[in-house]
Structures are given as C-alpha cells and as structure tokens.
C-alpha cells in the first residue's frame, strides 16, 4: 500500500523560511496535497500539485516536487506565529477515492 | 461558499447513547467522506460516499452508521460506542471522488465517550 512520512517536528524564528518535507512511495500518485491544522481545528486545504509540476507557488507558499524520488516539500517564506499548526502532506490514490496522510509536521514559529 | 459545516462542534455521550454527526455543504460537490483522528496522529478514512451512495467502507465497526440523505448532507449515526472510539471527526467534500478534485474539510467534531 502507499506509505507518507513526514518527520515531526519543525522550529523556526519568526521572519525565517521554514521547509516541511514529505515522501511518498506510490509513484502513480497524481495529485500531491498541503493540509494544515491548528489545535483543535479541522484540515484546511493550502495547496496541491498535479504530478507533472515541478513547483507550484501561491503567495508565501511554494511547493517543491522531485517526482524521481518522490519527494515532495513546502516552503513557507516569512514564517509568522500565525502559522504554527501540524501539516500534513497527502496523496490521492490511484482510484481517486482516498487520500492517504502523512504523519504531520508540528511547525513551532518563536517570536 | 467553499464551507463544509459539521455539528456539533464537541459531543460527550455515554456508551449506552445514540447521537448523530451532521455534516453540510454547498459546493454541489458529489463526493463526501468520514474521517476520524485520534490526537497527533493522521486522519483515517472511514466511509465515502459518491454520488448519495456507499462506495467505501474501510472496515468501519457497524455501531458507526454513516447515511447520506441528500447531496449536500452526510450524517454518521453513532450506537454503543466504546471509550477507544473518542476521537476528532472529520468530513470532507469534493467534487468527484477521482483523481482531479481536492477535498475540503470541516472543523470536525470532537467526540468523548465516556
């Protein structure tokens, strides 16, 4: 079956960039996701790539995809304090009808 | 409005109890699932529904009773639950159950059995 890994954990200052990175094992995967979770809350949607990008940015969000060694990254340029959340990267399966998560990166931004 | 709405927000209930999950949204969005997750760990897939019918059920007990009604409204009816089964959870709608759609989710319930 597909594997997500991510690793745990993240800590940046305020003003820095922060880089999440993720892999992946299916290589049929077609869409790459961005979700992100604040305490408490449900998933909000950041951003996706379609697997014949190489990158995709959206404001302070730039998506990185080394589809060779399936390897998938999320910068966030100018980290604030507001974006301190649990990040999950996801693929969708090749029938479309799942998405299988990573473990999520807790991202700390210190003031 | 690209809101998937879910209530109750929080919900503690006995393991006698029968309660519901509502879930809501107004995208047209033919496509609606069930996830639950437990603290620090990821969503887990529970049931999709395309189209107002079942189309997976990822070996889900059967005290959990997902029902769609409409294409806009997925409920999960709830029966003797155990204390292992408190968790967050989530709904999620998309247009397609398929490759070209991404999912939006709800704020999620916060479920405590006790």
């Known amino acids: 079956g597909e594997d997500v890994e991510q690793s745990l954990f993240l800590s940046v200052r305020e003003g820095d960039s922060s880089v999440i990175n993720c892999t992946y094992t299916d290589s049929s995967s077609t869409y790459l996701y961005w979700y992100k979770q604040e305490p408490g809350a449900g998933l909000q949607l950041l951003t996706y790539i379609f697997s014949n990008m190489d990158m995709k940015q959206d404001q302070r969000l730039t998506v990185l995809l080394n589809k060779k060694d399936k390897h998938l990254s999320l910068r966030i340029a100018d980290t604030q304090t507001g974006d301190s959340a649990i990040y999950f990267c996801?693929?969708?399966?090749?029938?479309?009808?799942?998405?299988?998560f990573g473990g999520g990166t807790r991202l700390m931004v210190k003031p | 409005d690209t809101e998937v709405t879910q209530t109750p927000k929080h919900l503690v209930m006995g393991m006698t109890n029968k309660k519901s999950l509502k879930c809501e949204q107004h995208m047209g969005h033919r496509a609606m699932y069930w996830y639950k997750q437990k603290a620090k760990k990821p969503p887990e897939l529970m049931f999709v529904y395309s189209y107002e019918k079942l189309s997976i059920n990822e070996s889900v007990p059967s005290r959990f009773s997902p029902e769609c009604p409409n294409s806009s409204l997925l409920n999960l009816h709830l029966h003797a639950l155990q204390p292992e089964d408190s968790a967050l959870y989530l709904c999620a709608s998309s247009q397609e159950a398929s490759l070209e759609t991404e999912a939006f989710f709800g704020q999620g319930t916060r479920l405590t059995v006790v």
């Open positions: 996801a693929e969708r399966d090749n029938a479309g009808n799942m998405l299988t």
